[in-house]
Structures are given as structure tokens and as C-alpha cells.
């Protein structure tokens, strides 16, 4: 049975098959320690850490880098860097199961084109800066993303570029790029917005990652349990597809 934590800031359902349990927790994505969310994660990490025999974090991404607080960590990294910051204290391993960023670049390319999907990869990390970070440049901020994005896509005639993406947003919606335009890239990242001009390359992204990141939990049950946390946005597809697993 799902049920919502603190005020509607995290979600939670608990599954048990063949011996083990996994506790999932749909959370926002922030950077704030104060949310409510991190601690209703801390709450329900004692109650899984009291029931788990072999545990395992399943988390959306993971952060490599070492921190000595939570608060630091949140700060940093969001939840993902809170939950590593928590499994290494109880010396818990911590995996991720998202699909090779290659595999997903060329898969979603083969239908929609690599100029809508790279801009459509693009528009979300602008649409995260407003959503997580918030200050500094734009630009700046997007530029690691679209380097990560031309070495997994292995797209050597393809121009990763701020410039280029102003005018694929030209080709795509006939006005020019506003990266201030926040409404906007909000709504570009939103798979719920029927107004979404690209609804469908994100419906599809993220079938494509819940399904595989769901057949790799299918098999760590199979010996482990799981503590998996994740954006909220997942939470429908990944419930149906875990209350499934056999």
C-alpha cells in the first residue's frame, strides 16, 4: 500500500517477495535540508535498516564524492548524496540501475531524430537549474551536460553546443531560445503536460528507464533488500511494474 510522508513531500509503498522487502520512496528533487522529505527518508532508512538480512540503496543517480554531514551532503548532491552519506555510515552498498546513457540516446534517436531528443535532453537540465540550483549562469551550468552528451552518444558529426541548440529550438518552435523563459522549460520536461511539444520523446525516455532500471531490481530481490529512492515522477510506473515481479 503506497501512503505520503510529511506533508505530501515523500511517498512511500513496501513490497515483500521470496524472502526480502524493498522500501520505495518518491521524493523531489532539492537541495534543501530543511524539506520534510529528508527526514521522513532518515525515518524510514531506521525501519528498513531493522528488517533488511542483505541491504542494497537502488538511488536514480550516484554521487562519488565523500562527505563528513548530511547537511553538506543535501547541499551538494540532493538525496542521492544524503542516501550514499547514510548507506556508508551503516557500510551498505549502493548501486544505480539506470540505462547506459548511449543506449538510451540512440534508442529514443531512432525514433524521434537526434535533434529533438538532444534538445529535449538539454531543456531538462536547463528546467533542472531552475528547479535545483538557481543561481549562476545558465550556460555555464548546462555545458557539462552536453559535453556528457556528445561522449555517450559517440555522435562525432553532431554540434553539442548552446548555439546549436538556439537553433534547433528555432527549427522545432519558430521563435528564438530564452533560456529566462522558465514556464517553458518546465513544462518541456513535464511528461504530464498535454501542451508539451515533446511529450512524447519524454514519455518514452522514461519508459525506457523504468523498464530497464525495474528488470535489474526484479534480480537484486532475488538476493537482497532494497531501499530505492527516486524522483516522485516514477512512482506510478515503477509500483505497477514491481507489484509484478515474480
Known amino acids: 500500500m503506497s501512503q505520503i510522508l510529511h506533508k505530501k513531500t515523500a511517498s512511500f509503498f513496501k513490497l515483500q517477495k521470496n524472502g526480502h522487502v524493498l522500501f520505495w520512496l518518491g521524493i523531489q528533487h532539492s537541495r534543501d ?38 547537511k553538506t551532503a543535501i547541499h551538494e548532491a540532493g538525496e542521492a548524496a544524503y542516501m550514499l552519506f547514510l548507506s556508508k555510515l551503516a557500510k551498505i552498498p549502493a548501486t544505480c540501475f539506470e540505462p547506459d546513457r548511449h543506449h538510451e540516446m540512440n534508442y529514443l534517436a531512432g525514433l524521434f531524430g537526434r535533434e529533438r531528443v538532444e534538445y529535449y535532453y538539454f531543456a531538462r537540465a536547463v528546467a533542472q537549474w531552475y528547479r535545483i540550483i538557481k543561481e549562476g549562469s545558465i550556460e555555464k551550468y548546462v555545458s557539462p551536460f552536453l559535453r556528457r552528451d556528445q561522449i555517450a552518444s559517440e555522435w562525432d558529426d553532431f554540434d553539442f553546443s548552446v548555439t546549436h541548440m538556439a537553433h534547433i529550438h528555432k527549427n522545432l518552435f519558430g521563435n528564438r531560445l530564452k533560456l529566462e523563459d522558465k514556464k517553458f522549460f518546465l513544462k518541456i520536461e513535464d511528461p504530464t503536460r498535454k501542451d508539451n511539444p515533446l511529450q512524447a520523446v519524454v514519455r518514452k525516455s522514461g519508459a525506457f528507464r523504468d523498464d530497464f532500471v525495474i528488470q535489474n531490481v526484479k534480480f537484486a530481490m532475488r538476493n537482497n533488500d532494497i531501499f530505492m529512492v527516486y524522483g516522485r515522477g516514477h512512482q506510478k510506473a515503477h509500483q505497477k511494474k514491481i507489484a509484478r515481479l515474480s
Not at 520534510?36 to 550516484?62: D, G, I, M, R
Open 33 to 70: 535540508d530543511t524539506h520534510p522529505q529528508f527526514l521522513a527518508l532518515k525515518n524510514k532508512w531506521n525501519v528498513f535498516l531493522k528488517c533488511a538480512h542483505s541491504p542494497l540503496v537502488v538511488l536514480e543517480y550516484l554521487d562519488n564524492s565523500t562527505y563528513t554531514d548530511s
